[in-house]
């Protein structure tokens, strides 16, 4: 299997041991979760690229580490102790390699009293910056930098300090998101007053206009790309094990919602591979789906749980999330413009088809092996091995080994620079250079997506600018409408960002948000280009230091 420049970079970077090759890297994960029955069929799966698990799995399965999960959520309760007992918890998670969620709703309120001490609390956006420097002094897996999701409803009194928290660069290790609940979004409808409660005793702190504060949340995410929205009244209507309880946080990047203690295994379908001649290999596409079902839920078994609070809630529920990356590529290979109503419906189908692959698979496990033990106070009626089965990852790092588009994500652009590691990489899509002649009305093709990542300006048909056409290009609502076509068919969530140029407006934010609610999405994250001067990606690269 060749490898691009940007892909061999990131795996000797993040994912190889010493003297290791990328082939002994899928040998010995898939000897570690497969085993002698398993392995066979596992090493092909991940040497064929059609199927990738979460980085913490191909970093430490088959090492003394051992911890394979990449999602998890920690508790955050309302006393000194367990906030450190908390933040204990999270370094171990980010030492082995995993990420954290956090839903710091239950602390007082800065300025509320602090029983049997003088003085007042100082309130949960304090103690973010408490995990947030810890977090900055300790590596995921040794290998790169841990990540946080912070959470806050957005009843609790202290919503707009942590609304800005984020502007001027403030609390780099967390991406954060305001939990909305359906009274909120009653009364943004109606225009009633929204009450604001004090979390330790349930009294109301005040009333707000929750228009303002809805406007301050799309200010703020127009000016750094944060915060996110959680809608938890979707999350929890749909959630498979109500018995347990209300679902209060997601995991780093928002698409697995988790209880206190949980962790999930992601991994994702190369759909970019599943292309044949044009046409979408279905047979293929349903192998790769149950393999990938028997894959995740084997890690399961031979995981190393970083705290027993965490093995006994994970093995309770089973979660699993199979996922998709390279559907971008898959659709321009089909010849589908993303910004098309037949690019919804392909998107449906799809996502229908693998979500019951996946269930049907999970069902046959259940029979042969057990349900997971808290079915009981879930919504399933027969066999289920795993409490839910579907996620939509970001794969930020695996659709680069992958050398295809991530996740359900439009193409960002078609040239264009990230930094791994500390190195900046320039990287160059193969797919216009592969459907596009070398010129095209007499310039050079690979040089105008070298300089400017997009076709724009060249003179092409408008089927196929429509079908080269980058995230930017893409309206909106489209985006929005895109994610809520794939969460029809989910169990957990989906990571997508709806981005926008840096010519939008606050209004335009806000516009997205309430759409992303009213379509059924469970979160929502929008990025206007150039807000932060952090940003991940870019767009073009004249001078290339990796040339892809």
Not at 464 to 491: C, G, N, S, W, Y
Request: hydrophobic letters at 40%.
């Amino acid at each position: 299997m060749e490898f691009s420049p940007a892909a061999r970079l990131l795996l000797e970077r993040r994912y190889l041991l010493a003297g290791e090759t990328p082939d002994g890297l899928f040998s010995r994960v898939a000897a570690a979760v497969g085993g002698q029955t398993k392995s066979r069929e596992f090493f092909s799966l991940l040497s064929r690229l059609l199927f990738l698990p979460n980085s913490p799995t191909l970093m430490n399965a088959g090492t003394p580490t051992g911890q394979l999960s990449a999602c998890f959520v920690l508790p955050v309760e309302d006393t000194l102790e367990g906030i450190f007992a908390s933040l204990t918890h999270m370094a171990l998670i980010h030492r082995s390699g995993g990420g954290t969620g956090f839903s710091f709703g239950r602390l007082r309120p800065r300025g509320d009293i602090v029983d049997g001490a003088v003085g007042v609390a100082s309130g949960p956006v304090s103690f973010m910056r408490v995990f947030d420097a810890a977090t900055g002094a300790v590596r995921q897996g040794g290998r790169r930098r841990g990540a946080n999701m912070g959470v806050l409803a957005v009843s609790h009194p202290d919503i707009e300090e942590f609304v800005t928290c984020k502007q001027a660069g403030g609390l780099p290790n967390f991406n954060i998101s305001v939990g909305v609940d359906a009274r909120f979004l009653r009364c943004l409808e109606t225009g009633e007053e929204y009450d604001l409660i004090n979390p330790r005793d349930g009294s109301v702190w005040k009333s707000i206009d929750p228009r303002s504060l809805w406007q301050l949340i799309a200010t703020s995410a127009h000016a750094s790309g944060e915060p996110g929205v959680l809608f938890l009244d979707a999350i929890n209507r749909q959630n498979t094990t109500p018995g347990l309880g209300l679902i209060e946080a997601t995991n780093p990047c928002g698409e697995q919602p988790l209880y206190p203690y949980e962790s999930c295994n992601l991994g994702s379908v190369n759909l970019a591979r599943c292309i044949q001649k044009h046409d979408l290999d279905e047979d293929l596409l349903d192998s790769v789906v149950r393999c990938g079902v028997d894959f995740l839920d084997a890690v399961i078994d031979v995981n190393r749980f970083p705290l027993p609070e965490i093995r006994d809630q994970t093995l309770a529920t089973r979660k699993i999330g199979l996922g998709v990356m390279g559907f971008a590529e898959a659709l321009i290979r089909l010849g589908i413009p993303y910004e098309s109503g037949e690019a919804l419906r392909f998107a449906g189908r799809l996502m229908g088809s693998i979500e019951a692959v996946a269930r049907e698979r999970s069902g046959e496990l259940g029979a042969e092996k057990g349900s997971f033990p808290e079915i009981g106070g879930s919504v399933y009626s027969g066999d289920m091995r795993n409490a839910t089965v579907t996620t939509i990852a970001p794969t930020g790092s695996l659709h680069l080994i992958a050398s295809t588009t991530s996740g359900i994500e439009p193409v960002f652009s078609f040239a264009y620079s990230r930094t791994i590691d500390g190195q900046p990489v320039s990287i160059v899509s193969d797919l216009v250079r592969e459907l596009l002649p070398e010129t095209a009305g007499g310039r050079d093709v690979a040089e105008h997506l070298r300089r400017y990542g997009t076709v724009e300006g060249l003179p092409l048909d408008a089927h196929t600018r429509d079908l080269f056409r980058t995230a930017i290009e893409i309206a909106p609502e489209h985006h929005v409408r895109m994610q809520a076509a794939f969460q029809k068919h989910v169990d957990n969530a989906v990571s997508k960002t709806v981005n926008l140029p840096k010519t939008a407006t606050v209004d335009d934010i806000a516009r997205v948000f309430s759409l992303a609610h009213d379509l059924g999405c469970k979160g929502i994250t929008v990025y206007r280009y150039r807000s932060r001067p952090d940003q991940v990606l870019s767009r073009g690269c004249d001078v290339c230091l990796i040339d892809g």
